[in-house]
């Protein structure tokens, strides 16, 4: 193969690597990690600028003159740490085995191909989850069942805004708002013990996790950019399930 043709399609297969990291919640240093143990199996060097919307890399060989610089925009992050976990493994066995670019590609290509858990099956095990935090927090079987039935629907409304592509906030918003005004139910009819519980715990589903600790990785690591970005968004998150659970406390009259 030509070598500028080569460094093109090197330059295009670690970007979609980089662009995949990003996408399924890998912070900035990792992302940058994985890159660079790729491009170390195929006998190059990588330079890298990430944002949260975009991508820029440029990667050439040492000791000649030939470099290629691509740009990628980030589609809608969707957390996956099994991806995350699989992309990272493939990069230490590519530079043990020293790959060659198709092998690097195919097996991308798999991690991408990758079976999701049911959507079904999700929203069984995060309202299991949200029951669970319910009954840690001193709330009954009753109360349980409250925050069970309110985070179903809430992350089914999240799941159907989702398919819609509605803006995310509004997602957020809008499954705050349904598992609020549910779990404050619970409350009016005063259903078991401790029906606030319930009320508190059924929208913990929507807490940023991912984002608030890849910002404080990302400052760590001094990629202060990325790491200002993901705090903000966090923060947005946070204000969008605030606004949701403020309405439906507004709505019945909570104190």
Request: charge should be positive.
């Amino acid at each position: 193969m030509d070598a500028s043709k080569e460094l093109i399609k090197t330059a295009d297969l670690l970007l979609e690597i980089s662009s995949l990291l990003m996408v399924s919640g890998a912070n900035t240093n990792r992302v940058n990690l994985s890159i660079n143990r790729f491009a170390s199996a195929l006998n190059y060097s990588t330079s890298c600028f990430i944002s949260h919307k975009s991508i820029i890399i440029t990667v050439y060989k040492d000791n000649t003159h030939l470099s290629c610089t691509q740009v990628k925009n980030i589609p809608p992050y969707a957390i996956n740490f099994s991806i995350i976990s699989a992309v990272s493994k493939a990069s230490w066995t590519a530079i043990e085995e020293r790959w060659t670019i198709e092998q690097i590609a195919k097996e991308i290509e798999n991690i991408k191909k990758q079976n999701k858990y049911p959507k079904l099956v999700v929203l069984l095990a995060v309202s299991m989850a949200g029951a669970g935090f319910c009954n840690i927090f001193s709330g009954d079987y009753t109360n349980m069942g409250v925050a069970f039935v309110s985070t179903f629907i809430g992350l089914l409304i999240f799941q159907l805004t989702h398919k819609e592509k509605y803006n995310v906030y509004l997602r957020i918003f809008a499954a705050s708002l349904v598992a609020s005004v549910l779990a404050s139910l619970g409350i009016v009819f005063n259903l078991g013990t401790n029906p606030e519980t319930a009320l508190a715990t059924s929208i913990l589903f929507l807490v940023p996790g991912v984002a608030l600790i890849n910002s404080f990785t990302d400052l760590l690591d001094n990629n202060i950019i990325n790491g200002m970005v993901r705090f903000t968004t966090g923060l947005m998150t946070v204000l969008a399930i605030t606004l949701g659970l403020f309405i439906a406390m507004a709505l019945f009259q909570f104190n």
